[in-house]
């Protein structure tokens, strides 16, 4: 049996001591990380002592950060999971944009944050018989970030709080 435990945060907004905070939180120290931007400065300093993955929002801007993709696709434990920050895909007005880029891309998972909002939900992928999770962890700024659990392909969502 495989199984990773995967710490998903966003929009920190500078706010590195709450990356170390939502670290704390965990009962063990998590096999990655992925953060889905909007604080990009500084968090290269926090001690996650494990793999970290990061796209860029758009409060990530500016050369320093050109070399960090605006989304990315990860495989981690069998699982196929694309990150974006979501303003490319417009997630304040909707989802529709961002299940199709998810179906295009063949995903098993989708993380997008920018919406400040905690949303997990299941999903059919239009023109697919694919169900594909998509998950946004909310702003850590506001207390909120996310855990993944992937155990032999499967993905179970979690929250957690500040």
């Given at each position: ?10 929009d ?59 989304e990315?696709?990860v ?37 997008f ?50």
């Amino acid at each position: 049996m495989t199984k990773a435990e995967i710490l998903v945060l966003a929009d920190i907004h500078g706010r590195t001591d709450l990356a170390c905070q939502a670290l704390g939180r965990l009962v063990k120290r998590p096999d990655a990380v992925l953060f889905l931007g909007d604080g990009l400065n500084g968090l290269e300093d926090v001690p996650f002592h494990t793999d970290l993955f990061c796209v860029r929002g758009n409060c990530d801007y500016g050369p320093a950060w050109d070399h960090v993709p605006k989304e990315r696709t990860v495989d981690i434990g069998g699982v196929k999971i694309f990150m974006t920050h979501g303003h490319l895909y417009g997630v304040k007005s909707g989802i529709g944009r961002l299940c199709m880029e998810a179906s295009a891309r063949g995903a098993d998972a989708v993380l997008f944050g920018h919406t400040h909002e905690p949303f997990e939900e299941p999903l059919k992928l239009p023109g697919s018989e694919k169900t594909v999770l998509l998950m946004n962890p909310g702003s850590l700024c506001d207390g909120c970030f996310g855990t993944l659990t992937v155990t032999d392909g499967c993905i179970l969502a979690g929250f957690g709080r500040l």
